[in-house]
């Protein structure tokens, strides 16, 4: 279809939906000039459409297949808008989740001229303004064939789904059972017959519908054929399933763990499955004789416990990617949750060659949903630094990252040509936005679905690895920003258990909580108290600080790592949580094990006497203190108080608080100081001059402060587009998500590329051998005050040797104050 559209990934792809068909039409064998009413069931299929209201805000999508589309997505004359509410395209609501839309006369309906040969209506039923839509369970389009007065046939027992190629609906047959088998033909055909595997079943003369139930003997695949035959024409459909024999119990082999095991000689691997509770699963894919078709030889072994599935597949190609996907009970399709690289049938085709050079193709028209790779022999990446020494956690310098809105060509070999750029700036460390395998493209990456998994979007994973070498090599550490609070539903831990009736993980979830435990949660809550969820983090934790040499995580919403349900009561959730604080020690644990000294990071605004106890452990926490710095800049300074960057004043051992004045999250303080900040007479500081001036007075402040700081990309320049910016230059809470404007031309500006250089002198100071100290002290002396328009800030060191005097004016008028220095001596204008 012509449109690209950005939708929810919900987990209900995956679900399935027995023996019931989403769309069901008359006649059933419609030709080009008949009046086809067309029915969509929305408990069906991806159920999108599923209890929407209100029932009159329901809407068609539709076009044709001709013999002149290019491809099944190549819709033609396709008669309304997506997004709109045309009159012509609303369907009518039956009531019971069902809905209607008739097409009278397809040819003249759609406008196909003469001569051009329609094949199939294409159908989506969408909410008016196309944020909902109905499709197939595996989120495809759906397709009516269209007919002509040849004789035909196809199957209505069992139903099957309305794909571009239909595929039955999940068939869960045993060996020796029975099924029913109806087929229908379009005219009276002289002679109808039924095939089970190549053998006659049943035959008929002068008959339009033809049944039997055959008792299926032999367990594997299975064809069954309708054939119809009318004045010397033979038409047929074919209708092919698996039918499984019992599993093959047997024990792990040695050594072997959860995912993808690969087996010395590069010609072999062990797949594990941890998926208790289910009956049968098989391998498909691009395997030798598998062919994305459940084959006997390709069922996995199950352990004695029930709880895995288990496969060595052997003959492979040493450096050959091969792309599978479990198959599981015959019915769902899932990725392997320990994968490493994904394809994606929806946004991979927007990824240029130039980003990511040679992505194996999709296997579109053989199977539906993400698809995992295994390579063995995969080209090994050599690293120059193998023994990083990382920065003091108590003097980082970090700057925070979003790869998409930082380069244009949003790719990791284009941000290492900027480390010079961050080097200059002071910056010691660079905190990236998430970017394990997330839903879509275009994403703040919090939308998780594959953990281990770079995200393509960004490029391959040996350039990845390339970049963290190369900041190390500076220097300069790399963390990243990881949310295992939660999971969307295209991961597998959400889709192998999953309640399609409520639209949540099922109460059996092994990992995830069938409703989150906290405020604030999105998507699906892991259930950090389970022992597959410990087992699993643990894997991720190892994975990206051994196999990528990463130097921590900052753990995106890690309050909400805890089973003590609050509800939506943000206070009670806030509060000293002991069971919560023992995950985050195991998990701390587990890091310092897997790679000692890795920045631990957590995103928490709890109660302060736990993160007192998080502190002391050796954890780092952000400390949001952005209000006050958006009130100083802008001239307001009655709430303008700075002391909430300040541990100490937290009654904190360690100067572990990272304090910011900007974040991914935050608003930024140039827009709100071109917006709405203060003025007194001529004064004003939404003059982008005078606004600039102020963040640089911030800095020095900011920067002094002792402990960890971080900073938001481009906010050395002043940037001043809102966090909320939209592409079409309007400001709207919607569009938070959107890219934002990429301006490095910023550093052309003298006043702005004196704020970076400001930025860069402050952070020279922090690291210079006469004041290093003074920053990490646990214990610093620190003088200051911080509430009012006239501040002023003094760090001295233990012996007097060291001490900084920092002051300023935040009012809009002039302020007058007495700030006694320290110690006698020379003392330098720094700035």
Not at 626 to 640: D, L, P
Not at 705 to 723: A, C, N, R, T, V
Request: proline share 5%; with cysteine; charged share 15%.
């Amino acid at each position: 279809m012509k449109k690209i559209f950005i939708v929810c990934f919900l987990l209900l792809l995956f679900s399935f939906s027995g023996n019931a068909q989403v769309l069901t039409w008359t006649p059933a064998f419609p030709k080009d000039n008949d009046n086809v009413v067309i029915t969509m069931d929305a408990t069906k299929g991806n159920q999108g459409l599923n209890n929407y209201t209100p029932a009159s805000d329901v809407y068609v999508h539709v076009g044709v297949i001709t013999n002149l589309s290019t491809s099944y997505s190549d819709w033609r004359y396709v008669r309304f808008t997506w997004g709109t509410t045309t009159a012509a395209a609303q369907a009518t609501s039956l009531g019971g989740n069902r809905w209607q839309y008739t097409i009278n006369n397809p040819r003249t309906f759609f406008s196909v001229p003469a001569g051009e040969t329609i094949l199939k209506i294409a159908i989506l039923f969408r909410s008016g303004n196309g944020n909902v839509k109905q499709t197939n369970t595996d989120g495809s389009d759906m397709y009516i064939p269209v007919y002509t007065t040849t004789i035909a046939t196809k199957f209505s027992i069992p139903p099957f789904q309305p794909t571009f190629f239909p595929i039955p609906e999940p068939i869960s047959k045993q060996q020796n059972d029975f099924i029913d088998l109806t087929a229908i033909a379009n005219n009276t055909a002289e002679n109808m017959k039924l095939y089970l595997n190549g053998t006659q079943i049943a035959t008929a003369n002068n008959v339009n519908t033809i049944s039997a139930n055959p008792q299926l003997t032999v367990a594997g695949n299975q064809t069954i054929v309708a054939e119809a035959t009318l004045a010397g024409s033979t038409r047929t459909d074919t209708l092919r399933f698996f039918v499984a024999s019992a599993p093959v119990i047997a024990p792990l082999p040695a050594g072997v763990r959860d995912g993808i095991n690969y087996e010395a000689g590069n010609t072999s691997v062990v797949l594990v499955l941890n998926a208790p509770g289910k009956n049968r699963v098989s391998v498909i894919g691009d395997f030798p004789g598998s062919n994305w078709i459940e084959q006997t030889n390709y069922v996995m072994n199950k352990t004695p416990d029930g709880n895995y599935w288990w496969l060595r597949i052997t003959g492979l190609t040493p450096g050959q990617e091969y792309s599978f996907q479990y198959l599981v009970d015959g019915a769902l399709k899932v990725g392997e949750p320990y994968a490493e690289k994904i394809l994606d049938p929806f946004n991979d085709g927007f990824i240029t060659s130039s980003t990511y050079p040679g992505i194996k193709p999709y296997p579109t028209g053989l199977t539906t949903g993400n698809v995992s790779i295994l390579q063995t022999n995969a080209p090994a990446y050599n690293w120059t630094v193998t023994n990083f020494n990382r920065p003091d956690k108590r003097s980082l310098v970090i700057y925070e990252m979003l790869v998409r809105d930082f380069v244009a060509a949003h790719d990791w070999k284009t941000i290492r040509d900027t480390l010079s750029y961050l080097q200059r700036l002071g910056v010691n460390a660079i905190q990236l936005m998430p970017f394990n395998e997330f839903d879509g493209n275009e994403s703040w990456g919090y939308n998780p679905a594959y953990f281990l998994a770079p995200d393509k979007y960004y490029g391959p994973k040996n350039s990845l690895k390339e970049f963290i070498d190369t900041c190390h090599r500076r220097g300069i550490a790399v963390i990243m920003d990881i949310a295992l609070n939660h999971t969307t539903g295209a991961s597998p831990l959400a889709a192998l258990y999953w309640n399609t009736t409520t639209n949540q993980p099922a109460a059996n979830n092994p990992w995830l909580n069938v409703t989150a435990t906290h405020p604030f949660n999105v998507f699906n809550d892991f259930n950090h108290e389970s022992l597959r969820t410990r087992y699993f983090t643990s894997r991720v934790i190892e994975h990206w600080l051994q196999e990528y040499k990463l130097d921590g995580f900052r753990w995106d919403l890690s309050k909400g790592f805890t089973q003590t349900n609050s509800g939506s009561n943000v206070g009670q959730w806030s509060q000293y949580d002991a069971s919560r604080i023992a995950i985050w020690k195991r998990y701390y644990d587990s890091m310092q094990l897997k790679s000692p000294g890795t920045y631990c990071i957590l995103e928490h605004f709890a109660d302060n006497s736990e993160e007192i106890e998080l502190s002391n452990y050796g954890m780092l926490l952000w400390g949001n203190n952005t209000a006050q710095w958006q009130e100083a800049t802008m001239g307001y300074a009655a709430s303008s108080n700075f002391e909430g960057n300040i541990h100490s004043v937290r009654n904190w051992s360690n100067p572990y608080l990272i304090g910011y004045m900007e974040s991914h999250d935050e608003e930024r303080l140039m827009y709100k100081n071109l917006q709405f900040g203060n003025s007194a007479g001529t004064y004003n500081t939404k003059d982008l001059n005078t606004a600039l001036k102020r963040m640089e007075q911030a800095a020095a402040f900011f920067f002094n402060i002792p402990g960890p700081k971080m900073m938001w990309q481009f906010g050395e320049l002043g940037y001043d587009y809102s966090i909320n910016h939209c592409p079409d230059g309007t400001v709207n809470t919607n569009c938070r998500l959107s890219n934002k404007p990429i301006r490095w031309d910023y550093k052309n500006v003298v006043q702005r590329q004196r704020l970076y250089d400001i930025y860069s002198a402050l952070n020279k100071l922090r690291f210079h051998p006469w004041f290093k100290d003074v920053y990490i002290a646990n214990a610093v002396s620190i003088d200051r005050s911080l509430a009012s328009g006239f501040k002023f800030l003094r760090l001295r060191s233990a012996n007097d040797t060291s001490c900084v005097v920092v002051v300023g004016n935040f009012d809009v008028v002039q302020q007058s104050g007495t700030v006694t220095f320290p110690v006698a001596g020379t003392w330098y204008d720094y700035l």
